[in-house]
């Protein structure tokens, strides 16, 4: 994966540069000793590294706007952070740009319940936002595995979901309102606690775009009443077709549990053997489903999700029967990544989505593709939303398995869009997929995309060599008038 | 009289588009024109009639997936949805009424280009969050397409959502994908009679904060609004209500309106009307139809809920007009006496007022000389109108399409 190449002339001013921030950012603000810059050289995806040049850590959203509008004017390339768990290298830094790591935004800035919101700086974990309403009843929806970690800034950057939003929504569905600051220092306000967005929905936008467009300094977050009662049931199967057609026939019914998960052999028996979850080991598929809501309701759906196992012949069915063993159900699914760890030196977790009817079809070819490339794949995935997470097992220091482990992905990628569906369902594109875009997009779509750039940062300076597999140039103004055919870049650069 | 041109498929808009890039016309995009006087007047040369472009192309109901061309009816995919127990949550609204006009003469395309939700916005979000996908002739005369035609999708920056609400300002829209849900088998209202708008608004506030019943909507009609209503069991009452809308599997909402009248037995007197009378409340509600009779300007403010109340009742003590609120105070709906101006400049201060600048308000109906000089939808802040310029100059670079529609043009220097 290559890079947009540095800028010697760029390196060359990192003193100045290193002063020039300082004076914007004193104290311990500015990071530049070696050994220190190497805990920002990747996130989450850990096959690509980079030392930044300097890492920058704000504290006020004034510092935010300063650094950026310096590091315009002197034509710096900015990396935004949060908690570094991208999973495909979004924050991934560059030789010769800063790392602006906002984890010195961790304040909670006010609980508004009579609006159902809260108001929280972009490095506040995902958990906790909970945390903070949860003797009120309340909860921040979105969940994704990392919560514990994550920051909120980073989940607005990726749009991140988590098990919970078949029936909750994305972080996209979960926010009102962000403090944005753009690359040349300005600062935007888009929405607040009010619902509908004024004018174009800019945070509709902003939401997913991967610290390309601006850097969140602030957002507001809806926040639910937790729900009375959560069951959650564990369905054996002797196959994953019946499985995925449980899941649809689930949803033709018209039920959308909170989350519908599926584990296939090789990640049941890694998470059971890794944290005694009580799996079955007799069974090819494992369905988790969790229904919530008022009590007589579960129950209601309880049966319901049982008969419609039994119709697709579920060999096996416990359901929950107190929080603890509720617990218990999910601790193995949640557990599936670094279960998968156990049993192999490294693992590389693919996020594509599919029509959820194709489910069959696509595990049929990743097992293929499993032979072809000598690599073994465990699978789980959200199947309510046909969101699938392959793990390719691999060992990353035997020569040459890396690289045959990204090749293996990439093949389940194309086959993801293949069947109709979309490279990344919830991890981002960052640079692990860039070059991918051209499968799923046109040139023309990805022009358009990409031209929103120019309304944002016309210089690209902000996060470049992510998502897009071609820097763009902005025209004169910002006008990036193309007609067809006639300013087509043919000396564009590619990475 | 201004030339109309209809396209009758994909590649012919495409060539309307570009010939009007030739020629240098800009293009008033319509469906069926159910919302045209929601906005400034266009000022263009030539009318795209879009109507044309219609047909379900893909329904998968298993997989919550509706592919939908812009003129489709959009009773014609609700009826669609309807017969397989799904609809779309947001509710899109009928606001026909308003403008003396039949019900249900809207397309698909209009509702998701206004971007209004109904009154179960409130819980299930608003139309962006149902658009997955959208193809679009941009303004320089290309097809693109974005987003995707599964439910869950980060790829690339979300152009569906940024699309959605942006009243033809950016592309014509030829094709949506929008994810549909299964609908509720069982709804009914609960009705607190006789509460101030103060009283309903904490109501509401401690029913979502504190019960368990699952109330998918909320609103508060003064009395002088429940008069207007169609359903003779509000009309009659002689006294506000306050509505709290259930939805759910039988049981569900039997156990809630159970737990709502224990709660509220003692302190009002309370009704509740069932399913089919919901279904005609909540569609009224939706549309503001209360106000259908009238000419007189009407707006919408959308406000953190919390407000609703404080603000819904200034506005009618001080400007002497009629309001009532929807999204549990979220959205206000307010018609005022002035034909001069519409209040647009005491709305929108007093807005400020008291939301301390958290909200705006958009003038929904009033005629064409008020809607040319006060501007409809709510002044943006300098930094934020010049990346809502910018923004659309990416999209339609010369300004073809819908120009001042929801802003005066700014031409980029
Ligand atoms: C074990 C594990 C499990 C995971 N499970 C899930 C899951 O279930 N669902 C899911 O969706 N993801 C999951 N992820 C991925 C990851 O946690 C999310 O993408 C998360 O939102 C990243 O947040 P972060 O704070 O770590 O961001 P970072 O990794 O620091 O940054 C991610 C991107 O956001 C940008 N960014 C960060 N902060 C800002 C800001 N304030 N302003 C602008 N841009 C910013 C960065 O430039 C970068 O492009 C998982 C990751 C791990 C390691």
New binding site residues.
Partial sequence: MLMPAPDSALLKRRGEFLNALRAIVPGEGVIDDHASLAAYEC??LLAYRQRPMLVVLPETVEQVSQVLAYCHQVGLKV?????????SG??LPLEDGIVLA?GKFNRILEVDLANRCVVVQ?GVTNASVTDAVSDKGFYYAPD???QII??I???V??N???VHCLKYGMTSNNILGVELVLMDGSILRLGGKHLDPQALDLLGLICGS??LL???TEVTVRVLRSPETQRALLLGFADVESAGACVADIIAKGLIPAAMEIMDKTAIHAAESFVHAGYPLDVEALLLVELDGPPVEVDHFVDMVSATGRKFGAVSTRLSNSEAERKKFWAGRKAA?PAIGQISPDYYCVDGTIPRRMLPRALREIAELSEIFGLKVANVFHAGDGNLHPLILYNADLQGELERAEAFGAAILKLCVELGGVLTG???V?VEKRDLMEVQFTQTDLDQQQRLKCAFDPDGLL?PG?VFPTLHRCAEQGRVHVHRGEMRFPDVERF | MRAVWKPENVSAVQSSVNDAIRSGYSLEIVGNGSKRQLGRPVDASITLDVSGLKGIQLYEPEELILVVAPGTLLSDVNSLLESHGQHLAFEPPDYGPLWGQAGDRGTIGGAIMSGRGGPRRLTAGAARDFMLGVKAINGSGELFSAGGRVVKNVTGFDLPKLVTGSFGTLCVVVELTLKVLPKAPESATFVLCGLDVDEASTVIQDVFRDMTAQVSSAAFLPMDIACHSSVAEIQSMGESVTLLRLEGFGLSVMTGLDELSKVFRQSASTKILDKELSKVLWKEIGGAHYFALGESPLWFLSVPPACGAHLGKRLAQELNGRFFFDWAGGGIWFETPNNMDADAFRIRQLLAEVTGNDGHATLIRADERIRSVVSPFQPLPQPLALMNQRVRLQFDPDGVFNPGRMYENIHAD
């Fill in positions: 996130d989450a990396v935004p952070r949060g908690s570094g768990t991208s999973l979004g924050a906002l972009p994704p595995s990392s994550c920051s800034g980073g989940n950057a990726e991140s979901g988590g991967e610290g601006g850097v969140v990544f919830e991890h981002g960052g996060n992510k």
